[in-house]
């Protein structure tokens, strides 16, 4: 009976895994043979990409929820785009083609071109028109998983008044709520207290990387800069090499980087390219933006940088990508 339980539960979990295995084909044209380039996709390493041949590659996404992958072309550029990955379909294709700096998504699906359009015009400086299509659609789609990720990516949503936001985020059905998303959302739209100047440091002990517990009261009298981030966000894998840099152009006598991951596996958190370019102390949280930590700092976006000084109070917050270089120069106070 055991074993018979044992094949059951495997079968099961082969059925699961297969339904919610699905393919991005990414061809490659306009470039030779010789200076083919290897893709960068921020997410997980089950989620790899394998070269088919000279000129198109192969994206195998595993999830049983929807997700917008990020697909940095080229380091150098930053040229990079999003592509909305859903169980529910099981082949897309995107064309890149590099002497028209142009990619092209074959039969995109409506989350795609409204993602698109959002991210276009908040590129434009067009923030008023890009709330305008998220409000719209949020209000006429209130079961779409989109109108729950707009509420940790779009800039326009982010910018309204908390008690905007809540009322907003209650249009949403409870279907919605089997993705760990909901919750998380949820818990940052509470109403608390949002951390001052002064504050006081919380101490934890989580898990790191090589499965020791990192016990944050080790680190004495030094400054430290907590960074709030997840392999499945674009934008802080997308600078992580940058911030690797920052690590290595200061003196780190008198301070300490700890980065708090974010992602919903651990196993996925451990294997992630990302993750493995951090040099300092990197630790993970279970339940993601709604993790006992980020609810005390009501973290609410990523990434996420807290500076605190050697007496382990907080000295200021800054949340949202490309803060590196303002962060630096607060580095010059430290001594």
């Given amino acids: 009976m055991k074993r018979e339980a044992l094949f059951f539960l495997v079968f099961i979990f082969i059925i699961v895994k297969c339904d919610s295995q699905c393919f991005?084909?990414?061809?490659?044209?306009?470039?030779?043979?010789?200076?083919?380039?290897?893709l960068f996709v921020a997410n997980y390493e089950d989620s790899a990409i394998t070269r088919i041949n000279d000129s198109t590659l192969e994206f195998t996404f595993y999830s049983q929820q929807p997700d917008c992958i990020f697909i940095l072309v080229d380091q150098k550029t930053k040229w990079n785009t999003r592509v909305w990955m859903d169980p529910k379909?099981?082949?897309?294709?995107?064309?890149?083609?590099?002497?028209?700096?142009?990619t092209t998504l074959k039969n995109p699906s409506e989350w795609d071109n409204v993602a698109q359009r959002t991210r276009q015009l908040h590129h434009e400086g067009n923030?008023?028109?890009?709330?305008?299509?998220v409000f719209d659609y949020i209000d006429k789609n209130p079961n779409s998983f989109l109108s729950l990720w707009f509420f940790t990516h779009s800039h326009p949503l982010s910018?309204?008044?908390?008690?905007?936001?809540?009322?907003?985020?209650n249009k949403l059905s409870s279907e919605l709520s089997i993705y760990p998303l909901y919750m998380q959302t949820q818990s940052s739209l509470l109403d608390r207290r949002y951390p001052n100047v002064g504050d006081t440091f919380k101490e934890f002990s989580l898990s790191n990387i090589n499965d020791s517990i990192f016990d944050s009261k080790s680190i004495k009298n030094k400054w430290i800069l907590l960074n709030f981030w997840s392999n499945g966000c674009g934008p802080c894998v997308k600078e992580m090499d940058e911030f690797v840099n920052l690590y290595n152009s200061i003196d780190t006598t008198n301070i300490e980087?700890?980065?708090?991951?974010?992602?919903?596996?651990n196993n996925q958190w451990k294997k992630a390219k990302a993750t493995n370019k951090i040099k300092w102390p990197s630790v993970w949280t279970k339940n993601g933006l709604a993790s006992e930590l980020c609810l005390y700092y009501n973290?609410?976006?990523?990434?996420?940088?807290?500076?605190?000084d050697k007496e382990k109070k907080l000295v200021f917050i800054k949340d949202g990508a490309n803060e590196l270089n303002s962060i630096k120069e607060s580095f010059s106070e430290i001594k």
């Fill in 257 to 265: 980087f700890i980065s708090i991951a974010l992602d919903q596996e």
């Fill in 299 to 308: 973290v609410y976006a990523m990434p996420f940088f807290i500076l605190f």
């Fill in 127 to 133: 923030e008023e028109e890009a709330g305008k299509i």
């Fill in 24 to 38: 991005l084909t990414i061809k490659q044209i306009g470039i030779s043979k010789d200076n083919i380039r290897q």
């Fill in 159 to 169: 910018t309204k008044k908390q008690n905007e936001q809540l009322a907003m985020f």
């Fill in 89 to 102: 379909i099981k082949n897309k294709e995107l064309i890149i083609d590099y002497n028209k700096k142009t």
